[in-house]
């Protein structure tokens, strides 16, 4: 059964670079791994979604190695503002679309 | 295009009374998952619908039921109510085939006294 594991919590500084990585050992070909931030009071909401190798957008980039096992998130330059908890998350495909999420990492910024 | 919506946004009840909680998803959306969050337990999935049947259902007990009309709206039922049901319960609805990418609403939080 997939499962996904994620480190509790995180501290960096304002302007590092932060990587996040997500295990998850037993997905199948066709799911996908994607992550969520939330924000204290608010509901999570969505960053980035990969399959494999290298997804970026205008907030992350998502590094997926060829044994897609695991999965970094990573954050360029964060600010104070990035504080917040980062789920990864694995859509099982060929489960009704179950979703299995990890249980968050607490990232901290400091100035 | 309006987000989701959840109501009401905060509620108070006693042990052993019954809740309804609702979601309206964006406007288009057909599944509507609902989630659990507590502090020490972190996002507990309760259950997913789609197109008015239930897809998925995560590990809660029989007290906890929802439904989803032919509008997609949806709503969580939980009956018998316990202090440990005091939490933000989380709706998201998603416009895909695949559920992954999922836009929460803001939560209602219940306090169980």
């Known amino acids: ?111 | 295009k309006a987000g989701v919506t959840q109501t009401p946004r905060y509620l108070i009840k006693t042990r052993g009374q019954q809740v309804t909680l609702s979601c309206s998803p964006i406007s288009g959306h057909r599944s509507v998952s609902w989630y659990q969050q507590t502090p020490g337990q972190g996002l507990q999935f309760l259950f997913e619908y789609f197109s008015e049947t239930q897809r998925n259902k995560g590990n809660f007990p029989g007290r906890f039921s929802g439904r989803q009309f032919s509008n997609s709206r949806s709503e969580m039922n939980v009956s018998t109510l316990e202090l440990g049901d005091s939490a933000l319960y989380l709706c998201a609805s998603s416009g895909v085939p695949r559920i992954d990418e999922q836009f929460f609403g803001p939560g209602t939080r219940l306090t169980v006294l």
């Open chain 1, 1 to 111: 059964l997939a499962k996904t594991t994620q480190p509790i919590s995180m501290d960096s500084y304002e302007g590092q670079e932060v990587n996040i990585t997500c295990s998850h050992n037993n997905i199948a070909t066709n799911d996908y791994i994607t992550w969520y931030q939330q924000f204290p009071s608010q509901g999570p909401r969505f960053i980035i979604q990969g399959y494999k190798t290298k997804v970026t957008n205008e907030v992350a980039s998502l590094f997926i190695p060829a044994d897609r096992k695991s999965s970094t998130l990573s954050l360029p330059r964060v600010s104070l503002s990035d504080t917040a908890v980062y789920y990864c998350l694995v859509g099982l495909a060929d489960s009704n679309y179950q979703l299995i999420w990890g249980a968050g990492t607490k990232l901290i910024i400091k100035p």
